[in-house]
């Protein structure tokens, strides 16, 4: 019963220092945006969207296509968490379906999950850098994945960026992106 009381205390007593923390430090990123984006080698077009739900928490969406009656689509939640004024600590659980020609051959596709843990930092007033590392298990393909990210903020509104994919369902890739923040 001690231990018990002494846990609860100690989560409690954390939960609020991060609230305090949060509080001080509040990153201005923004999880409000939709993506257009072009892959390279091989040639995919995609479209992505993240929507913030809580403080600390949002939903995000994906799909990607070579319009070759393939797609590779996700639906997730994730959290954002500040760890100073310039940086922010990211992971998404996302569950997602996949359908190409080679390993998720099926009319409906085949169902699995991500689970990724990433940062975000800014190296100046306009230039963000990332990236993530995760797990992937489509069916039997499990597979870590990753990414990392540059992206450039012309406007309060409207960024370009360039990302580099590792080990995901198309292969390692190389991604042009624009975001329009809503």
Known sequence: MRKTLIATGMILASFSAAHVNAQQTMSNFSYDYAE??????????????????????????????EFDSDWDAALGVGFHAPINNWADVTGELKARNTKNKGRFDSSAGKMGMEVNLG????????????????????D??????????????ATELFSIGATGRFNEVYGDQVMLTTRFKF
């Open 36 to 65: 257009a984006r072009i892959g390279i080698s091989p040639l995919t077009y995609g479209a992505g969207f993240s929507k913030s739900i809580h403080p600390n928490a949002h939903i995000v969406g994906s799909i990607d296509t």
């Open 119 to 138: 940062i975000r930092q800014w190296l100046g007033p306009q230039l963000e850098v990332g990236g993530s590392i995760g797990h992937l298990n489509i």
């Open 140 to 153: 039997d393909y499990e597979k870590t994945i990753g990414n990392i990210y540059a992206r450039f903020h």
